[in-house]
């Protein structure tokens, strides 16, 4: 599976951002999901989504303003980001995984080269 990430960028704080992720190759895997890391801090799950079902799954630092989605004939993953806020700010990256822990870092195998977000405060 190869994961290409895009749609990062600087925004206000209040704003709005939406990265995708598209997916080419063996594109079997049971979740893909949206992870983030800050300067300094691990790399944390933000959002995942079944590739089946379209059932979805959020951080609490995130719930309410980010909405995650997919397309599955694009085979491409959205991450919708509103109210953005400053402490927001980090790589995006996504992920896939066959695995059914979907919030868990290690589980994931395939990665995108991540997309920076930056909001200004």
């Known amino acids: 599976v190869q994961l290409q990430a895009s749609g990062g960028g600087l925004v206000q704080a209040g704003g709005s951002l939406r990265l995708s992720c598209a997916a080419s190759?063996?594109?079997?895997?049971?979740?893909l999901g949206w992870f983030r890391q800050a300067p300094g801090k691990e790399r944390e799950f933000v959002a995942a989504i079944s590739w089946s079902g379209g059932s979805t799954y959020y951080a609490d630092s995130v719930k309410g303003r980010f909405t995650i989605s997919r397309d599955n004939a694009k085979n491409t993953v959205y991450l919708q980001m509103n109210s953005l806020k400053p402490e927001d700010t980090a790589v995006y990256y996504c992920?896939?995984?066959?695995?059914?822990?979907?919030?868990?870092?290690?589980?994931?195998?395939?990665w995108g080269q991540g997309t920076q977000v930056t909001v200004s405060s």
């Open positions: 190759g063996r594109t079997f895997s049971s979740y």
């Open positions: 992920a896939a995984t066959g695995s059914s822990w979907y919030s868990e870092i290690h589980e994931y195998d395939y």
